[in-house]
């Protein structure tokens, strides 16, 4: 038989005490008679006043304590009010052990929500926002504290948006494109009673990259296929015609090798831009006697030109610690489109100078100039500020490219600057680190590495 309580126990004696107590005053006063009842109802009444009087003070010293239960302040009672305030501590203390468990865990996802470099969004069943990391913030352009509690798509107004988060499923991701230029991917995960987190990442910079490749890949197909159009059509002629006239033959042959050999550049120019971007080539340096390199680029500009420009030069001797293949290809590609792109009759300056101790290339020309909005993407690839012109002068597109990736790999920056009507300057500027004296012997330099 399981054993009474100790609780239950001392309540038993206090009825027993009260009872016998009772009876005791009964006898006293004598049961017969109305005294001896009306003592025992007294005696009765006193102990019930006084018991219910010490379970008033235990009650409100209870709820005094319970209001800051403390383990240093626990009332120190017996009976089964001590059993009362110990289990009560225990309870207590389990459920602040759990609280803080819980505080913790909620920490820890908060701090690696925060940490993560993606967009997060908690969303409860009907779409309102109940939490979002700093970097959701700056996505959506909102705010945690004013924004809590409120719809998203009263805040994102993108019919996208609304849509995706009306939909069945989110197996795909979302593009997101809003006003600005910024391109968000937003993947919803559904979790727990219909609620959902929403996932955003920046990717804009990879959508251009990828706009890059197509427009890349769109370009070397047509410079391509319009070579081989032409070298297609004068061979199907030579193949159908029985006889053919001497001059329209050789004439035939001549277009078929001048399109054969735009095909060959730009194929070059292809292969260096290659090379150039990629981070594993090695920058063969050595001191580069600068004056020399650009005197023998002017006379083959000069031969170029046949005599339609007037070509001056302004040439320091100082030297260079640069890759010599590298250099010429960027200080020719300067000059030759100062030729192609400037009228006859035209002016180009090309100089070679020490400005704030950096070693500096100018090439300057009078010819019509560049609308400001163009300067920015002359780099880009295949860009072209008139295609037709561009053609028809026998670029390929890719050499302003080139010295950009040139000069980065050398520490050094293209500046552009240009006018409409009155003429352009492109500038490569090198650091102060890469300029070497005149006749500098090549065991006497230390190479400088790319960056």
Known sequence: MAAMPAWTARLALHALAATAGTVVVGLLGGWGEVRGWVMACVFLLVYLVAALGQLLRERDRLADWAMKPSADDVPDVGGRWGDIYARLYRLIREQSRSRAGLSHALWRFRQAGEAMPDGVLVLDAANRIEWMNPVAEEHFGLGLKGDRQQALTNLVRHPSLAAY??????????????????????????????????????????????????????????????????????????????????????????????????????????????????????????????????ASIVQEAQSISQGQHRITTDLAPAWLLASREEVRSAFTNLVTNAVRYTPSGGEIAVTWALEDGDPVMRVSDNGEGIAPEHIPRLTERFYRVDRGRSRASGGTGLGLAIVKHVLQRHQGRLVIESEVGKGSTFSCRFPSARRLPARTAAADVTPIRAA
């Not at 609620?195 to 890349?216: C, G, I, P, Q």
């Open 165 to 294: 988060l009306a939909a069945p499923t989110y197996a795909e991701p979302l593009l997101l494109r809003g006003e600005t230029d910024r391109i968000l991917s937003i993947q919803l995960v559904p979790y727990g009673d219909n609620e959902k987190l929403l996932l955003s990442r920046d990717v804009t910079r990879w959508e251009r990259l990828e706009a890059v490749r197509r427009d890349f890949i769109a370009n070397v197909s047509h410079e391509l296929r319009t070579p081989l159009t032409v070298m297609k059509g004068f061979l199907e002629t030579l193949t159908d015609a029985d006889r053919m006239d001497e001059k329209v033959y050789r004439r035939s042959l001549a277009l078929m090798t001048d399109q054969a050999e735009r095909m060959q550049r730009l194929v070059e120019d292809l292969l260096m831009l290659s090379r150039l971007e990629d981070s594993r080539s090695l920058l063969r340096e050595e001191p580069l006697d600068v004056p020399a390199l650009l």
